[in-house]
C-alpha cells in the first residue's frame, strides 16, 4: 500500500491525519488491521520506512 492509499484508508476510518516519510515515499510500508463495531473502530497499525 503506497502513501496517498494509506492517508485515504486512515481518514475513512479515523479522523484526519497526516502521513509522511523522512526520506519520502521509497519504501514506505504500511498495514492494517481495522473492524468498525457501530460508531466503535478498533484497528491495528504497522508503519515503516528505511
Known amino acids: 500500500m503506497d502513501i496517498d492509499d494509506t492517508r485515504s484508508l486512515l481518514n475513512r476510518f479515523y479522523y484526519p ?4 516519510a523522512p526520506e519520502g515515499a521509497e519504501g514506505f510500508r ?3 488491521e481495522v473492524i468498525k463495531l457501530g460508531p466503535l473502530t478498533v484497528g ?3 508503519f ?3
Request: neutral net charge; without cysteine; glycine residues 24%.
Open 30 to 32: 504500511f498495514n492494517a
Open 17 to 20: 491525519i497526516a502521513v509522511g
Open 44 to 46: 491495528q497499525l504497522g
Open 48 to 50: 515503516g520506512a528505511p
